[in-house]
């Protein structure tokens, strides 16, 4: 087993006491909650009639059917309204923190944690929401959890878990130009499958992920899930204290940041730390990357040919034949010139304020080709308060997109944002499951921001290399 | 907890005794769903979540696998009539992989599946069915697919799912099966509610966060449960 590693560390300082299962009581230092996996877990409380333990260490928001359009209250779906009336009754009645609309401080729970300063290295962070992983890239050991576990969380601030084994991906080298995090992901994805880390957690290294910004190491923790592996998380260091010092937590607490910065220090994994797995991928070799299938492993290169099925291994041959038939492609073309219908640009893999200036500079000058739909969902009221205020919203409207409001949107389509019928999109969400967008025939390519601005341009999958950018980002 | 009328051998305790029921093994029928990566929004997809309890899920499992956009019946198990009843789901690899949606193992337990039986899963969904007392219990490939193959050749046999000793009993077979360790104890013991468990530990739990160094004091609630906070304060 793995020891000395961040994980390990963090375990530690949360473990309470080792339960009758084997499994360890671990405290939760950080619980969010949102508007679709909580109210369950809140009524459990109301007919056990237990109080929420920790409300202070708890904090909410509404994201997933939140509407991206209209806004005003009732909301225009009943069931949106319902869900988030309850939210607001259910974080009233606990005590609970909430970044509603009305604070300016709403937006995907992904998104806000972080920008808060409420996500920070060493803590144990849960929400039901898988990609909880996100916060990692903080140091933390962020993961998702379910309906039953919330109440866990709810009613005693703790989860039980079992400890797992550590992999260490060293991303090596420099990433080539328009490469970016989302591209280092799916590439690791694909090379260690979708199942390939059930049973781990993923700790990002190397120097390619050293020279990422904090955004970056979001996106790749964020996908951790889609590789089955539950966390990832990267190892604090300046960047990472760069980015807090700024946040609410501590901008008119120097003295605090300082005396935390010790434990983020102690809490990094040792230089001889021991890892269950290492695994060492060359970031120079990692190509502009997007998905040609319905599952997040079935990724390529934009220039690679699509694989053929029966060159895959002999468990992944079915899934890639259905996928292909979904997709409509075929083995040996490249996604290259692939058709788009609809370009979306959001989520909480890909949806801070250096995403959206970085596609924003392929669209300045340009329009949305005719046939396509393109939207531009902010991550945060905050994100995109400083995307106006820097102009970011008029680029892409003038360009053909439409400028909406925060949430999940057609990352997961439980809102009006929706593909229809057989749309294909380009996405810079993190799922191209079947139906994941709303539509069961729908066909999703995901892909980076800026992948994303050259598609929604040109209506097809483009190689962004092959575009000249129109401002220099 | 069983949405079938088949065999479930909860033990029931007299309250107070153990938080939960025991769950030794599962009996009744199965139905075999095939595929590889059977990721939650194909379980239940996430127009059916726009709800504030699970009840009434179980109608939605598998649902854009089963019905077209006129809503008739597509080819699935789940539409089937020789599975109706049926309470041992028998899946391939990676099975529940994705979102972390809760209201999968509901959808799927409201339809009436006591337990799962698969080359792998995902770790949130089979976490999630624990919680609700679901085994999920793996075996080798060639063993399910043998599995699956008999139970869509004899759909009204019983399949005899052994969590306490790990095997899965057909026939005239006995597939070694595999049980997490923690998840065949919390099963097998009836300790799989969790809140009881670990409410149990409260004096601990506040000991713990007062030991962080980002917890601050005014955190951490009193003794008696209750917290020198203003109610209502949001």
Redesign the interface.
């Known amino acids: 087993m793995s020891d000395g590693t961040l994980y390990d560390k963090v375990w530690d ?5 080792e ?5 360890d ?1 671990l ?1 939760v ?1 950080l619980h969010l909650v949102h508007e ?2 909580s ?2 877990a809140f ?2 409380l109301r007919e ?1 009639d ?2 929420v ?5 708890t904090h909410a928001t509404v994201d ?2 939140v509407p991206t359009g209209n806004r005003d209250r009732p909301f225009a ?1 009943d ?2 309204e ?2 988030m009336a ?1 939210l607001e009754e259910n ?3 606990a ?4 970044s509603d609309p009305d604070s300016g401080n709403q937006g995907i729970v992904h998104v806000i944690g972080p920008e808060q300063g409420l996500t ?1 290295p ?2 144990t962070i849960v929400c ?3 990609h909880t992983s996100t916060h990692g890239a903080f140091g933390a050991l962020a993961f ?6 919330i ?2 969380v709810l ?6 878990m ?1 400890k797992q084994k550590v992999r260490k991906i060293e991303v090596t080298g420099e990433l080539g130009d328009h490469v970016t995090a989302k591209d280092v992901i799916l590439t690791i994805i694909r090379k260690l499958g ?2 390939g880390g ?2 781990y957690v993923y700790e990002y290294a190397g120097e390619a992920i050293e020279d990422l910004g904090m955004e970056g190491r979001m996106s790749i923790c964020n996908m951790s ?2 590789g ?1 592996a ?1 966390a990832g998380y990267v190892n604090p260091d300046e960047t990472t204290y760069e980015w807090l010092r700024e946040t609410d937590a501590f901008a008119d607490d120097p003295e605090r940041f300082a ?2 910065r010790s ?1 983020w220090e102690s809490i990094a994994s040792d230089d001889d730390a021991e890892y269950d797995d290492v695994v060492t991928i060359d970031g120079s070799e990692i190509e502009p990357t997007v998905t040609w299938g319905t ?1 997040p492993g079935q990724g390529v290169g934009v220039t690679e040919p699509i694989p053929a099925p029966e060159d895959l291994p002999a ?2 041959q ?2 890639a034949r ?1 996928a292909q038939k979904h997709m409509g492609v075929e083995p040996g073309e490249t996604m290259e010139g692939y058709e788009i219908d609809v370009a979306f640009l959001g989520s909480c893999t890909n949806a801070r304020l250096k995403d959206l200036r970085e596609a924003a500079a392929f669209v300045t000058g340009r329009e949305v080709d005719d046939d396509v739909r393109a939207m531009v969902v902010p991550g945060s009221q905050r994100v995109q308060r400083a995307a106006e205020a820097e102009g970011l919203d008029e680029v892409f409207t003038e360009a053909g997109f439409e400028w909406r409001e925060p949430g999940c949107s057609m990352c ?3 809102n009006d944002d929706q593909l229809q019928g057989d749309e294909a999109s380009a996405s810079s969400s993190n ?1 191209n ?4 967008q ?1 539509s ?1 025939d729908g066909r999703t390519v995901l892909m980076s921001p800026t992948m994303v601005a050259a598609a929604a341009v040109t209506g097809e999958v483009t190689d962004v290399r092959e575009m000249e950018e129109v401002v220099s980002v | 907890m069983s949405g079938s009328d088949a065999d479930v051998d909860h033990e029931s305790f007299a309250e107070g005794e153990a938080p939960a029921e025991k769950v030794t093994d599962v009996s009744g029928t199965g139905i075999p769903v095939r595929g590889n990566d059977i990721d939650t929004d194909q379980i239940i997809p996430a127009r059916f979540m726009k709800v504030v309890t699970f009840d009434g899920l179980g109608q939605f499992a598998f649902f854009d696998q089963r019905f077209d956009d006129e809503d008739n019946e597509k080819d699935h198990p789940f539409n089937e009539e020789q599975y109706q009843g049926a309470n041992v789901l028998v899946v391939n690899a990676n099975f529940g992989c994705g979102s972390s949606r809760e209201h999968a193992p509901q959808a799927l337990m409201r339809w009436g599946i006591d337990a799962i039986v698969g080359e792998s899963f995902a770790e949130i969904f089979a976490g999630n069915c624990l919680a609700l007392g679901i085994p999920t219990v793996t075996a080798d490939t060639e063993s399910i697919e043998a599995l699956q193959d008999y139970v869509a050749a004899n759909p009204d046999a019983e399949l005899h799912v052994d969590v306490e000793n790990e095997r899965v009993a057909y026939d005239d077979e006995a597939i070694d099966a595999t049980v997490n360790d923690a998840q065949r104890k919390a099963l097998v013991e009836g300790v799989w509610d969790t809140t009881a468990l670990m409410g149990a530990n409260a004096s601990a739990v506040r000991e713990t966060a007062r030991s962080l160094p980002y917890v601050p004091e005014e955190d951490v609630p009193a003794a008696d449960g209750g917290h020198d906070r203003p109610t209502g304060d949001d």
Do not use: N, W
């Open positions: 300082r949360h473990k309470v006491t339960l009758p299962t084997g499994q009581q405290f230092g679709v996996t109210p369950q009524g459990m056990r237990t109080p333990a920790f409300p202070e260490r997933h059917i779906d069931a949106a319902t869900m309850e974080v009233r009645d005590g609970i923190e909430f920070q060493g803590m039901g929401d898988s998702g959890i379910g309906t039953s576990q109440r866990d009613a005693t601030g703790c989860v039980a079992e979708t199942d059930v049973g899930i889609e089955g539950r005396e935390l434990y599952t468990d992944k079915d899934t259905r997961l389509g439980m799922r499951f079947v139906g994941r709303g069961k």
